[in-house]
DNA sequence: TAGTGCATTGAAAGCGCTATCAAACGACGC
DNA sequence: GCGTCGTTTGATAGCGCTTTCAATGCACTA
């Protein structure tokens, strides 16, 4: 049994008021009882019970992280990205993946409803009527990641994907000159496919450049799939001197080794450009050209949100927007690429 | 305020004893009387508020996680493994990562101290005489990840990194025939490194082979230094028929772009080998043969440990050793790889 | 009718903390 | 000497729950 403000207060002689009162800084307490209680707490190694101060004060600094099952990169981003945060403020983070199929309800509500967090950061894959209703019921600060629910009065970080696409694009137009591109993304359905491709054609256009029927591929966001596709068209892209769009790292990994395997060479005969500055873009050869998305900025940007409004609840709900960014590497075979980065 | 048990009480016609005989299921209600209660509970959405619970039981269905601050894949597949596993039995999961540089003891305290939790896995990159002390300060049950801390009682789960090196190396011997091969680990210091090169080591010895001076190589797991490795070396080993044994997959990675780029053929002209079965495993041309460490179990084994030890205090220390696995691809050479895997 | 046993329920005592209110005390002006 | 004030402290009422113990009601036996 860990000892109690009680024992504390008895080993400096004072009443547990006085001890709360030297645990909390609130009050005024004499210099010298001060002293002495505090150096009671050390002498027991007190620290005070959670459960006991979250019944009083409903507050367990304790702010809860849903997620769905994503593997990777952007699961455990996120997730440090929070927890510094977290930490500096002075919170502890608890984490919840949901499992893919799920749409988050029954977590959250599990979550919410057990009281133990002070707020909530949730990243849903797919929204729909249930999700937004069980967002409804949380009655804590909650922010929604990287998804906008449409109508509900709460605090979202997103990414700015669409600009850094925009950005990439363009660079590949104006700076490195491909008049033809194509595009490889994830399924039609996808968010992120949906915006990564409304840039391409809107950048397209701006440039006055055409869009073929077969220059829009869908497939999964996977490196074999991208590889497959890569070895049936390299050669014809790279006689078209093309440049390839690729929604992520690991497909434009796939089509780089599929026109290295063809005997072509990445960036002068085929351009290859990615999306997400993973792990991955560096181990390409030629290093990849791609966006950042500051998946960890995301987690913490989250936490601040939260510690916010649980300042302060009147504050207005905003919505944060961050910035992906163009980072220029080998791939696009573009004359100003720096080597290394 | 959300509703009390007061409340539920009230709204049934019963006192709070029979609510909370309801709720937790040990005494006999009335079958009437339960109905009654439970649908008051329905009624206003109530659920017990867990500091309460918390301040009675002593108990608060949190585990703590303890991490060093981890990059990428390892981090989150722990995560994840522990993370579900937890869900499974009815836990919730609070990380905390520590950064790079700390011992783990500052942080291990305040999780521990702090009495939310009930139950801690820690995972610790450096193990010294601070760390130690303070894992014998932890009153709850504590499972140590994946590092040996001599003569303290508690549970610990570790990979038998040793058995699937010695596997993969054997492989290399035996199946592929290989009698030259050299050895690209991290840093001597590195447990990780001394217990792959000992495996090395070991089979060489076993089979005969010599290992000469300049076949242990001391890089640092990243890409690009293996690569630079790779660049001055491949030609050498290629005309030496050797096999490369890099102790994880990226610098493996590394090696076969070095041997790519220098005009060689992986494996006819080098066989390259990895260790982890990463992404990125499946992701080189060839594909890597390597060695699967099983994190995620590593995390759910952890949960594991931890929840028995919770319903049965009293179980002796127990030490779970989870086998890492040989996984043959093409990267070996070897004529039984299957291909894709 | 009184006594016994069982099933069901209620009253009340904490768990360890914070917060409110009042008490104690010395200093001060009148 | 007496009220007034400010400083410091203690007593105590909960927070929402579990748990112990006692009370109630009823069937059954003697």
Not at 59 to 76: A, K, N, Q, T, W
Not at 201 to 223: F, K, T
Not at 266 to 278: E, I, M, N, S
Request: aromatic share 4%.
């Amino acid at each position: 049994m860990p000892p109690s403000i009680q024992d504390v207060a008895d080993r400096a002689n004072v009443s547990i008021s006085t001890v709360s009162r030297v645990l909390n800084g609130r009050n005024v307490v004499n210099e010298h009882t001060r002293k002495r209680v505090e150096s009671a707490i050390k002498d027991l190694g007190y620290s005070p019970n959670v459960f006991a101060r979250g019944l009083m004060l409903r507050r367990s600094h304790i702010l809860g992280l849903v997620l769905p099952d994503l593997h990777g990169e952007f699961y455990s981003e996120i997730i440090r990205g929070a927890n510094m945060r977290a930490r500096e403020l002075g919170y502890k983070l608890m984490i919840s993946s949901v499992v893919a199929k799920d749409d988050g309800s029954e977590l959250m509500a599990t979550v919410a409803d057990h009281g133990v967090v002070d707020g909530l950061a949730v990243m849903i894959s797919e929204v729909n009527a249930r999700t937004r209703a069980s967002l409804e019921k949380v009655k804590i600060p909650l922010v929604v990641l990287d998804g906008d629910i449409g109508g509900v009065r709460h605090d979202s970080v997103v990414i700015d994907q669409k600009m850094g696409a925009v950005a990439l694009l363009r660079h590949l137009v104006n700076d490195c000159g491909y008049r033809r591109i194509a595009f490889v993304g994830g399924l039609v359905t996808n968010i992120d496919t949906i915006e990564r491709l409304s840039a391409y054609r809107a950048v397209m256009e701006e440039a006055g450049l055409e869009v073929a029927a077969g220059d829009i591929h869908h497939l999964d966001y996977q490196y074999d799939t991208a590889y497959e596709l890569g070895v049936r068209r390299v050669r014809e892209w790279s006689r078209r001197r093309s440049a390839v769009f690729a929604a992520n790292d690991e497909m434009a990994a796939g089509i780089i080794d599929a026109a290295l395997a063809a005997g072509l060479s990445v960036p002068d005969d085929l351009a290859v450009v990615g999306f997400d500055d993973t792990r991955i873009a560096t181990m390409t050869r030629p290093r990849l050209t791609t966006v950042r998305v500051p998946m960890s900025s995301m987690g913490a940007a989250a936490v601040d949100l939260i510690c916010q409004r649980l300042e302060n609840p009147k504050r207005p709900a905003s919505k944060l927007i961050l910035q992906s960014e163009l980072v220029v590497r080998e791939s696009c075979g573009c004359p100003s690429a720096n080597g290394r980065s």
